[in-house]
T-cell receptor
């Protein structure tokens, strides 16, 4: 069945460091891929998405490219800020039956 | 309402009691999901409703868990004879149902604590 495997955390970075959070997926068909973010004390919200191969999703300085050849959707940001401290979830959806599958989440802490 | 609404926001109950958690999705969203988020864990799929179709119950962990969705709108997740391992945040999400992957809108969750 469809699934998402996400880099385990927690991740701690200094401000302005480069961030990569790895995500790979297993799916039949042509799913859409998502990154959701959960800031402390808040609910999950969509950060970015890509609906087909080679699409790049971007938002708030974060980027992720849908790589069908490597079945990956790694999240990157060139210079993290303290306000980026949150839990990041990779997700797959829209394949069969509109079901959504989430990774286990990666906790990011950015220190000044 | 403007977003997905869940109630109560916090629920403390005694082991063995039944609890009901409510989710009011965004108007017009035909897809509704329940997930469970345990401390230090990811999102665990519980159940999925799509319009008038039979729900996908494949994620329910035991027969103590059930859910219904009345009139294609409000959903209630019921946990019977609660156990301590049921303690978690229960999240509801809704979306417009269409192929290609709709965006999920999450509620703030219900924090369930079973003593």
């Amino acid at each position: 069945g469809d699934s998402v495997t996400q880099m385990e955390g927690p991740v701690t970075l200094s401000e302005e460091a480069f961030l990569t959070i790895n995500c790979t997926y297993t799916a039949t068909g042509y799913p859409s891929l998502f990154w959701y973010v959960q800031y402390p004390g808040e609910g999950l919200q969509l950060l970015l998405k890509a609906t087909k191969a080679d699409d790049k999703g971007s938002n708030k300085g974060f980027e992720a490219t849908y790589r069908k050849e490597t079945t990956s959707f790694h999240l990157e940001k060139g210079s993290v800020q303290v306000s980026d401290s949150a839990v990041y979830f990779c997700a797959l959806g829209g394949n069969t039956g509109n079901q959504f599958y989430f990774g286990t989440g990666t906790s990011l802490t950015v220190i000044p | 309402g403007a977003g997905v609404s869940q109630s109560p926001s916090n629920k403390v109950t005694e082991k063995g009691k039944d609890v009901e958690l409510r989710c009011d999705p965004i108007s017009g969203h035909t897809a509704l999901y329940w997930y469970r988020q345990s401390l230090g864990q990811g999102l665990e799929f519980l159940i999925y409703f799509q319009g008038n179709s039979a729900p996908d119950k494949s994620g329910l962990p035991s027969d103590r868990f059930s859910a219904e969705r009345t009139g294609g709108s409000v959903s209630t997740l019921t946990i019977q004879r609660t156990q301590q391992e049921d303690s978690a945040v229960y999240l509801c999400a809704s979306s417009l149902a269409h192929t290609g992957g709709g965006k999920l809108f999450f509620g703030s969750g219900t924090q369930l604590s079973v003593l």
